[in-house]
T-cell receptor, first 113, second 112 residues
Framework: AQSVTQLDSQVPVFEEAPVELRCNYSSSVSVYLFWYVQYPNQGLQLLLKYLSGSTLVKGINGFEAEFNKSQTSFHLRKPSVHISDTAEYFCAVSDMGTDKLIFGTGTRLQVFP | SQTIHQWPATLVQPVGSPLSLECTVEGTSNPNLYWYRQAAGRGLQLLFYSVGIGQISSEVPQNLSASRPQDRQFILSSKKLLLSDSGFYLC???????????FGPGTRLLVL
């Protein structure tokens, strides 16, 4: 069965510093990859997705992620974070041709002034 | 544009009571619909998904059931709630297979 591992449950960082949130998946077949953000007491909002093509994907709010097939990773990065980026971030994977998303356990990004 | 609604936003229920959570989607037709649960400190777990009216697939055996009485309406129910049913319930929709899923605002359920 597929699984998604988000290695860091919490990532504290100061404002304007760079950040990387790590995500690894277990599937050996072709997959689609997603990052979602959840602000407190809200639903999930899509940040970015990888379906095919360029391995570097740019999303909203200045985030980007790089698909690395050999390492089965899809790490999320931002060169300079803001206080407003404080939220929970979820990585998700689905096999091509299915509707099911498998989510990681999430990483709480806490940005300090 | 498409929007997804969930209600209620928050619910506190006693153990053994029934449950009905509703999700509706506007601005699209024949969407795929999903129910997820997010327990404290854990990721999202897919509970049910539906590709059409009356078509429900269950992912996890449990105390809950789902129904889709109309094209853009998805209902999550229980006859008798358990303490372990507490959590944040999210509804999502997609335009079809392999399409992005879009999430509603969620319902926070506390079973006491």
């Amino acid at each position: 069965a597929q699984s998604v591992t988000q290695l860091d449950s919490q990532v504290p960082v100061f404002e304007e510093a760079p950040v990387e949130l790590r995500c690894n998946y277990s599937s050996s077949v072709s997959v689609y990859l997603f990052w979602y953000v959840q602000y407190p007491n809200q639903g999930l909002q899509l940040l970015l997705k990888y379906l095919s093509g360029s391995t570097l994907v740019k999303g909203i709010n200045g985030f980007e992620a790089e698909f690395n097939k050999s390492q089965t990773s899809f790490h999320l990065r931002k060169p300079s974070v803001h206080i407003s980026d404080t939220a929970e971030y979820f990585c998700a994977v689905s096999d091509m041709g299915t509707d099911k998303l498998i989510f990681g356990t999430g990483t709480r990004l806490q940005v300090f002034p | 544009s498409q929007t997804i609604h969930q209600w209620p936003a928050t619910l506190v229920q006693p153990v053994g009571s029934p449950l009905s959570l509703e999700c509706t989607v506007e601005g699209t037709s024949n969407p795929n619909l999903y129910w997820y649960r997010q327990a404290a400190g854990r990721g999202l777990q897919l509970l049910f998904y539906s590709v059409g009216i009356g078509q429900i697939s269950s992912e996890v055996p449990q105390n809950l059931s789902a129904s889709r009485p109309q094209d853009r309406q998805f209902i999550l129910s229980s006859k008798k709630l358990l303490l372990s049913d507490s959590g944040f319930y999210l509804c999502a929709w997609s335009a079809g297979s392999r399409e992005t899923q879009y999430f509603g605002p969620g319902t926070r359920l506390l079973v006491l």
